[in-house]
């Protein structure tokens, strides 16, 4: 019995990996898999990968084949800090505008649309690039990057450039929280080796739990040491970063669905999230079956 873990190559998922005993871990079969999220989702897909943190939008567009593991995500409530629409120009001025869209991301690459087409009534043309800043804007309009990319561009950006922040755009727009990321896990993984996943789901809640405990110190020093950027901006970005999966992250993430499936972007309409009952770990957790 073994286990294939997703690890998103991201700072915004170290919460949820950061205090992991992977020493543990591993001796019970567990192996990892550090990639960006669209490398993820398509891995996961081709069952590759059995469980961890995949695009919120990968996990719609397989809804049958996966479980979603309660309580994590990568969510913001307003500004995510972490995914812009860089632009030579003002968003409302993009009509028939050339944009190039990270080939890193699923969930960003579709808010994007919704908010363009549903929110703005723009009609863009879109290219898929690597996510190379500068080579993104030589030929086009504006440029979509999401996480280590988007912080380090936001960063050092130009004057003459606009920035977008897309968790601002919706939450403005739609009043809810937007979920990047949902922590998954295959259905036939669940039915091969139900305790396996359960001790790798407790570990990731552990690991979310005491980040949040230790307000993101030491994860937050040693992000600043890989990184670069100062204390503050990383205190501020983990503070901003919503880690929950309840109620209202839920409304907000079924609400993307609607949207998606409206305008095209998913196949089949996804109304209702299939999450891994939290009361039945908790039940066999107490009776030592994990
Ligand atoms: C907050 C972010 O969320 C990420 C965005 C994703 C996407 O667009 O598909 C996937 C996973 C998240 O970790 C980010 O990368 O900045």
């Known amino acids: ?74 969510t913001s409530y307003g500004n995510v800090n972490s995914i812009f629409l860089f632009s030579k120009h003002p968003i409302e001025q993009l009509a028939a505008k050339k944009i190039a869209l990270t080939s890193s991301s699923a969930t960003s690459v579709h808010l994007l649309k919704i908010i363009l087409e549903h929110f703005y009534s723009l009609d863009v043309q879109y290219t898929t690039m690597k996510p190379d800043f500068t080579e993104m804007l030589r030929e086009h309009d504006g440029c979509l990057l999401i996480g280590d990319d988007a912080i380090r561009a936001k960063r050092e950006l130009p004057d003459n450039l606009y920035s977008y922040d897309l968790g601002e755009i919706w939450y403005k727009q739609t009043g809810l929280p937007m979920v990047y ?12 080796q139900a305790e396996l996943v359960g001790t790798v789901y407790q570990s990731f809640l552990a690991s979310k739990q005491l980040s949040e405990e230790l307000n993101y110190q030491p994860m937050i020093a040693d992000i600043v040491k890989t990184h670069g950027g100062s204390e503050d901006f990383w205190n501020l970005y983990f503070q901003q970063l919503c880690n929950d999966f309840g109620e209202t992250e839920q409304r907000g993430l079924l609400y993307f669905y609607r949207l998606a499936y409206q305008l095209g972007y998913l196949k089949h309409p996804v109304d209702k999230l299939v999450i891994w009952d939290s009361v039945l770990i908790k039940k066999m957790l107490a009776n030592n079956e994990m």
């Open 181 to 192: 990321a949902v922590f998954a896990v295959r259905n036939e993984a669940i039915s091969k």
């Open 1 to 74: 019995m073994s286990l294939v873990i997703g690890e998103i190559s991201y700072t915004n998922i170290l919460p949820f990996f950061y205090h992991l005993d992977r020493e543990k871990l591993k001796e019970a079969n567990c192996h990892f898999t550090p990639q960006v999220p669209a490398q993820l989702n398509k891995a996961m897909a081709a069952d590759q990968v059995d469980i961890g943190g995949i695009s919120s939008f990968a996990y719609a567009a397989n809804a049958g084949a996966y479980t979603l593991l309660p309580n994590l995500s990568v």
